[in-house]
């Protein structure tokens, strides 16, 4: 997946998957225009031909993507208090979530958001909320499940306007 990854198309505009989709079919109806002309021509034009097959390559490369990428994703997993708590990893950041409900995070990164310590609870199926120490300031991550991992996303309020950036990710706990 992760040489398909930039391929994936992301958007938080209104109606921007069925643009998206419908440029994606108008790529694909042209390419196969370009093709039927290309091998039609008398002498064949083979660069017309060529450019139908790389235009239909791209949208078979994109759409491969993405049906991917929505399958390698479950927005809503449904997790317990227990499976949240331990070590997440993001590059050099590590956030320790303990059982009494504090948290610790260092190492920079994604913990500027966090701070380093306060206090987090288990918010419905599938948020987590963080209270900093520090100025008692609230932040809401959403837990996803990204090929089989726990992660967490960017802060967001609407699921809808999520950009994507999955952040820590959930350290299994040694057998």
């Known amino acids: 997946m992760n040489g398909l990854h930039f391929f994936v198309i992301r958007t938080a505009l209104p109606l ?13 109806v042209f390419g196969l225009v370009q093709i039927w002309r290309g091998l039609r021509a008398r002498p064949l034009n083979r660069v017309r031909a ?13 759409t491969a993507a993405n049906l991917a990428y929505e399958d390698s ?3 809503n997993p449904v997790v317990t208090a227990a499976d949240l708590e331990g ?3 993001d590059g050099p950041a590590v956030l320790d ?4 409900g504090t ?3 260092s190492g920079g990164g994604s913990c500027t958001r966090l701070g380093a310590t306060g206090r987090w609870a288990h918010d419905g199926d599938f948020l987590l909320r963080f209270t900093r120490a520090s ?3 609230a932040l809401i991550q959403r837990v996803v499940q990204a090929e089989k991992d726990l992660r967490l996303t960017n802060e967001a309020d609407d ?10 990710r959930h350290q299994a706990p040694a057998s």
């Not at 921007?16 to 694909?28: D, F, P, V």
């Not at 097959?53 to 078979?60: C, D, K, N, S």
């Open 159 to 168: 699921p809808d306007m999520w950009d994507g950036v999955l952040t820590f």
């Open 87 to 89: 070590t997440w990893k």
């Open 73 to 75: 994703i479950e927005l």
């Open 135 to 137: 100025d008692g300031r």
């Open 103 to 105: 948290y610790s995070c």
């Open 97 to 100: 979530l303990s059982p009494d």
């Open 50 to 62: 060529l450019t139908g097959i790389g235009l239909l390559f791209i949208v078979g490369l994109v």
């Open 16 to 28: 921007g998957y069925l643009a998206a989709a419908l440029l994606l079919l108008c790529a694909a």
